[in-house]
């Protein structure tokens, strides 16, 4: 009896010793149970797709072990990004498995913005929406249906444009990355798009304060065209940076000028001054396909001055320094170079247009390729071709959806050139219209309550308009004011298209295809639009006659099969063969069968046409004149009447030239390249480590000049209030070097971690380019304030 | 003899730090919340490093790209009193996780600092356990973790190629940082290796490596803007 | 006090009876002050607790100031023990008379010290359920292994140089039955104190004494060596060792001072430490603190004339940013304030010298602080930024646990061991007339 209880204790100690033991070294030291998903060894494919998280539309690889998306990588066919990816893009396995993804479609059931849902089914969902929509139309208000559609990809964009249309609906706002460069080519060219520029083929690349490394259209193909051919049988391109900021664009850039903010447009004249006086420029090109470069007398037999005359009255570069703040010695340097390179092109992005003369900034910086001839040539500004799709099903519009279009958009732009703000301008329109103008919204890729310059405007709007849809597939700040949520798959499950932007001068069409199983709660937004379209009926479902995405796309690639020219994408030899083989005019088809040609697309990632035609004089201007235009008519025309007497290559310094002593501190917004755009939650990867920073961890912070810490009584981390005259956010001050004393450089797209939003844009002025309408974002000034 | 070693051109670099993030997503690297990244617990095996220098406008930026140096001679594995840091007969220095016990003298004897402490035990949401890649072992708490060049993927390499019955070949075995460099100025091979581009490129003129006087005979070598 | 204990201790002869009344006779303070010391001890053994749980993180620890507190900790408890053995060691071979009242009070202080120094590195460890691991994996290239031999080894023989002399007194507290009679037959283990007896143990003791000496040079050598064979800025020093082995000698003086002060006064043991044991000691205070002066000046000098960046950024963080409070403190304590006090005779006085001694403690454990941590943020590549470091209060209290715990065994065992060696007092007293030929020996005028 001792004996066996003894052995008893013995026993009980003996396991709880052994439980013990075990206790410490699972819980206490272990990493967690090893039973979950990451430890199980696997089947691995690799998969091509492209990136959908910036306008660039990389291509992707996904290695995907046992339907988990483990990595990404670039697809080293995609002849833009070539095997390269940003951080960002890296990180967007982050994005597929966010922790604030949105599970199962949701119906609010409490107050808007209380974020009390109640999950429901899709049947359920689509139900709800189809019939609304019915209503609405049979109510013979199609027009009060509404779009916000920010980042808006491929035939995603014409899938909406074709519901909207066939619905009757005028009101679809487009909020995405415009950058005003579309309008300067639709006036000296004639062609209504952005430029693409041929980097990589480019001698001399000279940037006005485009964040070619770090947010431009397309990093990668900046990236591309800097680390130069592999091999080194070609010379690199040169890149040269004029900037506010030393950004990390300047940073990398072989060289760079700094320059006072707004002042681009007067630089670029200042150059043009001296290829005009020491005859750099291309004479023979601007006598051929050039007009407006001489004086001509009008009609009226009156002299106007041309480009020539106005350039060389107005902008020695003495003055120019005086204004820019780039010592004169620096612009002849920077002309020479410009003009001796082999083949220079300049480059102008949003930061040149998003400023009170924008346009004319825009215009007086492009004026430099027309000057040097950098226009369709190798290395030069190329108007590539959009790739050949089939276009959709033809649009049926019936009596009642004609009727909703002729009522014509709720906000039109009021500018002559572009399209400015329309996400704002329609929260305006709906702010102080009438209740119900608007009945639906529609909200995708937006979040127009974080990212919109002025919150309390879309708050407002919001409140106006009884029935909000979002199909954002995350939860975000206008989310939470909407009464329906029908969660959109992300790009890593879903079908898609992913043309490169049109900076990248060759069309790319690639494809976005699902890498792995789609979560089971969400769908494709572009699935449950085809499904209300067929609930709806009528024209709207005879215009959209597809099965789901898939084979909307399958459709529409059937126009590449057709084209007779491209391939699908291919390594480099392949993409320098099929190159050599358009130059000479020939094509071989690589499929008889479609099915094969699209089977190989999808594998491949898409499909590319390497080959631009230069000689075709339709790609140098498509004006009435079939030359360029140095000035144009229609701009003329609109600054007589809303320039405010402001003058072609006259006006191109932004207003805006120094603080108040309220406000002495210039705001200058720039994106990190680090960070998505506006408002997507953040990842982890990115936010940890954002910036140039060591020590900054997804803290926003700002940078300003030593000296300016200094004047200020400000140490480095002090946590300091941006304060303008519209809003104020708190941040960290960091000094830097790279940052010139008169300004505040502010990063947008992070938040502090308790998710209070730190956005610069929301302190912006507010005030508008008069001729486009695009928001000022460098016109803003601010003051520290401790916080 | 195979020496592996990686070249990292600085006139090609931009910073962009998308080797930073493909290491981390390759090696289950486990972020932390943000008051512990505050307090100088993040891990980052590769790090982007800026120098920037001069005032604006005449203002200079270097970024160096900074993995484990994998030393020849490192200093780290000669104080580690359990052997938890070892250099392997092809020179990579790799850390013994299970033997470690986090005394983090190799962590202070390594000039570099590339050596990262687990000062807690991973933390693994369920969003992010999905993505774990499951070549890689998830670090437990109190172990010091670096940079190991992407050593599983020279076994991986190795077994592909003999399975295949080939020598391995360049292209095979390269780490996640070099893979993703949209620059290509991350270059990885062995040095030894006169067919291997890291082989030609250590002879290169702008050649230079970090803190060379301490003599710890790094195997990543930069090479230095040009003028 | 029972009564019959009284009465046994009442028939002892005075000495006994002075130097053994602790052992029987223990106020209230002594229980307030151990039960503060055990609730402070107890708290940090908590603290320890939700640390191994938790892991270092909760620590104030980081990347790059991997080690803090603990180490520090380390290095200056270690450096304390040096206080007894090696100081009665070296006093005992020298034949200086003065030693014989204070070498017991040194001697338990170095062993109970080690103890809580050695613990350090272990409470520091990120993996301490591995730490056996440094015996199965051995590296023998690792100043760290040369740390785990030689401070074992110096425990170890601490401990024997300890308890040898303590035989004759345990003798005498076993023959006098007043205290615990099974617990000092086992510790007595048979001794008599015959003269055959006697004869060995000094003779062993002796041995002792020269064998320990080495050890414990090389216990501080080897822990200034950890620091040293990096190649971090400031630490990256061939000084270290000797420097080490002073300081740890330095500190342990003045540790010695501030107990023997204390415990004069507790156990009223005026007539044993007397005025001249505070003036002697006053007096190797005053040579240390010169000798402090001359190995950092030394130290300081040849990093500024080294000029290295990596060096003048830790240099520089000391003399004048952000450590200049501490290292200016340390400074004071290690020689403004002792260099006044004990140059003079009217300050070496017990009072003058335990607030000499004091100050000392504290700029020795400013001086590990100062070693530690400005070399641990300043990382030798510039453009890695500068760290942080902030103790969390589960490194302070642990930090307050070892010292609450230090206390709390020193108290305790002067409940069990005459703190004054009796024997070797009454020894003293014997050889008075032996000690006088001896002087008149070797001052006799050879003609
Ligand atoms: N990394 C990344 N890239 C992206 C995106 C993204 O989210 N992340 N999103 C895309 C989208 S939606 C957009 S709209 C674009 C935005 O593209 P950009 O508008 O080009 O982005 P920013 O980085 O804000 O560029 C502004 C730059 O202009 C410079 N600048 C400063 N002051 C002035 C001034 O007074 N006048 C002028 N003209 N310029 C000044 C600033 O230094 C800054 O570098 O980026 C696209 N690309
Ligand atoms: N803080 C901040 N504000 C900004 C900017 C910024 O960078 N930072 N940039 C400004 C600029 S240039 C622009 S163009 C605007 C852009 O602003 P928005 O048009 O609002 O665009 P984003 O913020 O990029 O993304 C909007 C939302 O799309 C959702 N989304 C993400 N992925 C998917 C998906 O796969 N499907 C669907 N349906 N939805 C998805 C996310 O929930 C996200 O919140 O913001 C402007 N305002
Ligand atoms: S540049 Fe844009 S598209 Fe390309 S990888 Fe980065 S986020 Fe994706
Ligand atoms: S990925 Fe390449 S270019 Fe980008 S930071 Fe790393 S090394 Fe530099
Ligand atoms: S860089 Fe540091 S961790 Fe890497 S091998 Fe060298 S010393 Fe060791
Ligand atoms: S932390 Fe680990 S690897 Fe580093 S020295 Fe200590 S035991 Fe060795
Ligand atoms: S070699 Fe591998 S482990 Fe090392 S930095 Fe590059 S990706 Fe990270
Ligand atoms: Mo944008």
């Known amino acids: 009896m001792g004996s066996t209880r003894r052995q008893f204790l013995w026993a009980m100690g003996a396991t709880a010793a052994s439980v013990g033991v075990r206790w410490t070294s699972d819980v206490v030291w272990a990493a967690q149970g090893s039973g979950d998903p990451g430890w199980s060894p696997g089947t691995e494919r690799f998969v091509n797709s492209s990136c959908l998280v910036c306008p660039a539309r990389c291509g992707i690889r996904g290695r995907v072990v046992d339907d988990r998306l483990v990595r990404l990588t670039g697809n080293p066919f995609h002849p833009m990004s070539r095997g390269g990816l940003c951080p960002r893009g890296v990180a967007g396995v982050q994005l597929l498995y966010h922790p604030d993804r949105i599970s199962a479609p949701c119906r609010r059931v409490g107050a808007r913005g209380a974020q009390a849902w109640e999950e429901i089914t899709w049947d359920d969902a689509l139900g709800q929406l189809g019939a609304r929509l019915q209503s609405l139309r049979q109510r013979g208000q199609p027009e009060a249906l509404a779009l916000l559609a920010g980042y808006c ?34 006036l000296m060219h004639g062609i209504g798009r952005s430029p693409g520029y041929d980097l990589e083929r480019a001698g001399f690349v000279l940037s006005f304060g485009a964040p070619l490394f770090e947010a431009w259209w397309s990093p990668l193909q900046a990236f591309a065209a800097f680390a130069g051919p592999d091999g080194d049988n070609g010379a690199p391109t040169r890149f040269v940076q004029v900037d506010t900021r030393f950004s990390r664009t300047a940073a990398r850039a072989h060289d760079w000028a700094g320059i006072r903010p707004g002042t681009f447009g007067v630089l670029a004249l200042g150059i043009a001054y001296v290829l005009i006086r020491d005859e750099l420029y291309d004479a023979e090109f601007v006598a051929r396909h050039v007009s407006g470069f001489e004086d001509v007398a009008d009609a009226g037999g009156e002299r106007r001055e041309g480009y020539r005359s106005l350039v060389m009255r107005n902008y020695r570069t003495e003055e120019v320094s005086a204004v820019t703040g780039v010592p004169v010695g620096r612009i002849t340097s920077l002309a020479r170079a410009f003009a001796e390179a082999a083949h220079p092109v300049a480059v102008c992005g949003p930061d040149v247009t998003h400023a009170p003369n924008g346009l004319l900034a825009a215009c007086a910086v492009h004026s430099l390729n027309v000057l040097m001839g950098s226009v369709s040539r190798p290395g030069g500004v190329l108007f590539g071709n959009e790739a050949p799709l089939a276009p959709l099903a033809a649009p049926v519009v019936d009596p009642r959806g004609r009727a909703g279009l002729d009522r014509g958009p709720l906000a039109p732009s009021q500018t002559p050139f572009g399209r400015g703000d329309p996400a704002m301008r329609f929260a305006g329109a709906v702010a102080a219209g009438e209740a119900g103008a608007v009945d639906t919204l529609l909200l995708y890729y937006a979040n127009p309550l974080a990212s919109a310059l002025r919150r309390q405007v879309w708050e407002e709007a919001l409140q106006r308009i009884p029935f909000i849809v979002s ?52 769908r494709h937004t572009g699935d449950a639009v085809l499904a209300v379209a067929r609930q709806l009926g009528g024209s709207v479902a005879r215009s959209l006659p597809y099965e789901s995405f898939e084979t909307l796309l399958k459709a529409r690639a059937a126009g590449l099969f057709a084209t007779r020219r491209g391939m699908t994408l291919g390594d480099a030899f392949e993409l320098r063969h099929q190159q050599q083989m358009e130059e000479r005019g020939w094509w071989l088809p690589e499929h008889r069968e479609f099915e094969a040609f699209w089977d190989e697309a999808v594998d491949r990632g898409g499909w590319t046409d390497p080959f631009i035609d230069e000689t075709e004089p339709a790609g140098l201007a498509r004006t009435s004149s079939g030359r360029i235009e140095l000035l144009p008519a229609r701009l003329l025309e609109a600054l007589a009447t809303v320039g405010e007497g402001r003058t072609a290559y006259l006006d191109v310094a932004a207003a805006a030239a120094g603080g108040s002593d309220d406000f002495p501190l210039r705001l200058i917004p720039y994106r990190v390249s680090t960070l998505s755009s506006g408002t997507l939650p953040l990842q982890r990867w990115l936010a940890e480590t954002p910036g140039l920073f060591p020590d900054v961890h997804w803290d926003p912070w700002i940078e300003v000049a030593p000296t300016t810490a200094n004047t200020l009584g400000f140490a480095n981390d002090t946590m300091v209030w941006v304060v303008s005259a519209h809003g104020r956010y708190r941040a960290r001050l960091k000094v830097f070097p790279g940052t010139a004393p008169q300004n505040v450089c502010a990063p947008y797209g992070l938040r502090h971690p308790d998710g209070e939003p730190a956005n610069p844009l929301h302190l912006l002025d507010g005030s508008s380019d008069p001729l486009t309408a695009l928001p000022n974002w460098f016109t803003t000034f601010v003051r520290l304030e401790r916080a | 003899m195979t020496r592996w070693g990686m070249v990292i051109d600085l006139a090609r670099c931009t910073g962009c730090a998308a080797c930073e993030v493909a290491c981390k997503s390759e090696n289950n690297i486990p972020t932390v919340s943000p008051d512990q990244a505050e307090m100088g617990r993040a891990t980052s095996w590769m790090r982007v490093m800026a120098e920037p220098k001069g005032a604006f406008p005449d203002t200079t930026l270097e970024f160096y790209p900074r993995p484990c140096m994998h030393c020849d001679n490192p200093p780290c594995i000669k104080v580690c009193p359990v052997r938890a840091t070892y250099i392997d007969p092809e020179g990579i220095v790799g850390q013994i996780y299970p033997r470690c016990i986090g005394c983090r003298y190799c962590a202070n004897a390594c000039p570099y600092t590339v050596k990262y402490f687990n000062w807690y035990g991973p933390e693994w949401p369920e969003s992010e356990r999905q993505y774990r890649n499951p070549d890689v072992s998830v670090r437990a708490k109190g172990v010091i973790e670096k940079c190991t060049f992407c050593h599983h993927r020279l076994q991986k390499a190795r077994e592909d190629a003999r399975a295949q019955g080939r020598q391995l070949r360049e292209e095979d075995y390269q780490p996640a940082c070099a893979e993703i460099c949209p620059t290509d100025a991350i270059v990885f091979g062995d040095l030894d290796n006169p067919t291997h581009r890291v082989a030609e490129l250590k002879e290169d003129p702008r050649v230079m490596r970090l803190m060379e006087d301490l003599g710890t005979q790094p195997k990543v070598y930069y090479l230095r803007q040009r003028t | 006090m029972h009564r019959d204990v009284a009465e046994k201790l009442a028939k002892l002869p005075p000495d006994e009876q002075v130097l053994l009344r602790p052992l029987v006779d223990t106020s209230r303070w002594f229980y307030v002050g151990a039960a503060v010391c055990g609730a402070i001890t107890l708290w940090g053994i908590i603290a320890y607790v939700l640390q191994v749980r938790y892991g ?48 017991r009070s040194a001697e338990l202080i170095t062993v109970l010290v080690i103890g809580f120094g050695a613990i350090q590195p272990v409470i520091d460890l990120g993996r301490p359920d591995r730490v056996l691991n440094v015996l199965f994996h051995a590296q023998p290239l690792s100043p760290l292994l040369w740390d785990v031999v030689s401070i074992g080894l110096y425990f170890f023989s601490c401990t024997i140089y300890l308890y040898l002399p303590l035989l004759p007194d345990l003798a005498v507290i076993r023959d006098s039955g007043i205290k615990a009679p099974r617990l000092y037959r086992f510790l007595a283990a048979g001794y008599r104190d015959t003269p055959a007896q006697r004869l060995q143990l000094e003779r062993a003791i002796g041995v002792l004494s020269i064998i320990v000496i080495p050890i414990a040079v090389s216990v501080h050598t080897v822990i200034g060596w950890i620091f040293a064979m990096t190649l971090r800025p400031m630490w990256h020093s061939t000084i270290f060792g000797p420097y080490f082995v002073m300081g740890a000698i330095y500190s342990g003086i003045a540790a010695i001072l501030v107990a023997m002060a204390v415990l004069r006064r507790v156990y009223r043991l005026e007539g044993y430490f007397k005025e001249v044991h505070f003036d002697y000691l006053g007096r190797l205070l005053l040579i240390f603190s010169l000798l402090w002066f001359y190995f950092t000046f030394a130290e300081y000098l040849t990093a500024f004339y080294g000029g290295e960046p990596g060096e003048m950024r830790t240099f520089w963080a000391k003399l004048t940013g952000r450590f200049a409070v501490p290292f200016w403190a340390m400074v004071a304590g290690c020689f403004v304030i002792p260099l006044a006090l004990m140059s003079r005779q009217a300050t070496r006085t017990p009072v003058g010298t335990s607030i000499a001694g004091i100050a000392v403690v504290i700029g020795m454990w400013l001086e590990r602080y100062n070693i530690v941590v400005p070399t641990s943020v300043n990382p030798r590549w510039e453009i890695e930024g500068v760290g942080h470091y902030l103790p969390s209060w589960i490194e302070l209290s642990i930090m307050a646990a070892t010292f609450s715990g230090f206390i709390l065994l020193y108290m305790i065992a002067t409940k069990f061991v005459p703190i004054v060696s009796i024997w070797e007092i009454k020894e003293g007293r014997a050889s008075v007339q032996e000690v006088a030929e001896r002087v008149a020996h070797y001052s006799e005028r050879v003609a």
């Open chain 3, 56 to 103: 270092l993180g909760r620590t104030g620890l980081n990347r790059p100031e991997y080690w803090g507190i603990y180490i520090i900790c380390f290095v200056f408890f270690i450096g304390i023990s040096h206080a007894g053995t090696l100081i009665s060691a070296i006093l005992r071979i020298s034949k200086a008379e003065w030693r014989r009242s204070i070498t």
């Open chain 1, 153 to 186: 990809a491929g035939s995603m964009h014409d899938l909406w444009q074709q519901f909207l249309q066939s619905y009757g609906s005028p009101n679809y706002i487009a909020d995405d990355y415009d950058d005003g460069t579309a309008a300067v080519m639709e």
């Open chain 1, 471 to 522: 199909f954002s597939p995350f939860h975000d700040e206008t989310t939470a004011h909407a009464d329906l949520i029908l969660p959109d798959l992300l790009a890593y499950e879903r079908w898609q298209d992913a043309p490169t932007p049109a900076s990248y001068p060759y069309p790319v069409w690639g494809v976005v295809r699902p890498l792995v199983d789609p979560h089971p709660g969400a």
